[in-house]
């Protein structure tokens, strides 16, 4: 079954690297979405693609079954539910259930 | 720019009711889809809408029937709510069918069924 898999919880301290992992079974998968979700608002991209690459303070890394989210000197206002996301030619976009991340000041 | 316009944010039903999600985007985009998210869950696609004149089913179909009214607007029906249904849901659209760019998101609606 095509599956994307990420933790449910992560937490971080004030300035830190917070790295957030994912990995999939999508067949055929080669193209990753990180989104960031509010609360009450809609789930916003941060950062895609099929190779590394970076947006502001979000770092992705790519591998073929894995992806990482990297968000360089962490906020308590990065306190969200991030979803990673598989995109496949065989099968439709595959969200994960998203990593809760947590901020200690 | 209003990107996707869901209506309403809020809503409470009896069991049996029934109730339309209202869902528009106005970036000309082809495809259009509807997600529900329960915790722990993540986001499960409900229908999805390739094109104008095309629906699909998603994920998690059953109950809940869509309406693909023109290129801007795809609207998501319980036609007998049961307390199952009671999630926040999500419309999303994107220019091309499983392609590779993005999903844009509304602000969801959050329905609850007693």
């Known amino acids: 079954k095509d599956q994307v898999f990420q933790p449910s919880t992560v937490a971080s301290s004030e300035g830190a690297v917070v790295e957030i992992f994912c990995n999939h079974s999508v067949s055929n998968a080669y193209n990753f979405f990180w989104y960031l979700h509010f609360p009450g608002c809609a789930p916003r991209l941060l950062v895609k693609?099929?190779?590394?690459?970076q947006q502001g303070r979000y770092n992705m890394t790519y591998e073929r079954f894995s992806s990482s989210l990297l968000i360089l000197q962490v906020r308590e206002a990065d306190a969200a539910v991030y979803y990673c996301a598989c995109y496949s030619s065989a099968s439709k976009i595959i969200f994960g259930s998203g990593t809760r991340l947590s901020i200690r000041p | 720019n209003a990107g996707v316009t869901q209506t309403p944010k809020f809503q409470v039903l009896k069991t049996g009711q029934s109730m339309t999600l209202q869902c528009a985007q106005d970036m000309n985009h082809n495809s259009m889809y509807w997600y529900r998210q329960d915790p722990g869950m993540g986001l499960r696609l409900i229908y999805y809408s390739a094109s104008e004149g095309t629906t699909d089913k998603g994920e998690v179909p059953n109950g809940y029937n869509v309406s693909r009214l023109n290129k801007r607007e795809f609207s998501l029906r319980l036609e007998s709510a049961a307390p199952s249904q009671t999630s926040v849901y999500f419309c999303?659209?994107?220019?091309?069918?499983?392609?590779?760019?993005?999903?844009?998101f509304g602000d969801g609606t959050r329905l609850s069924i007693l």
């Open positions: 999303a659209s994107s220019e091309g069918t499983w392609s590779n760019q993005p999903q844009h």
């Open positions: 693609g099929s190779k590394p690459s």
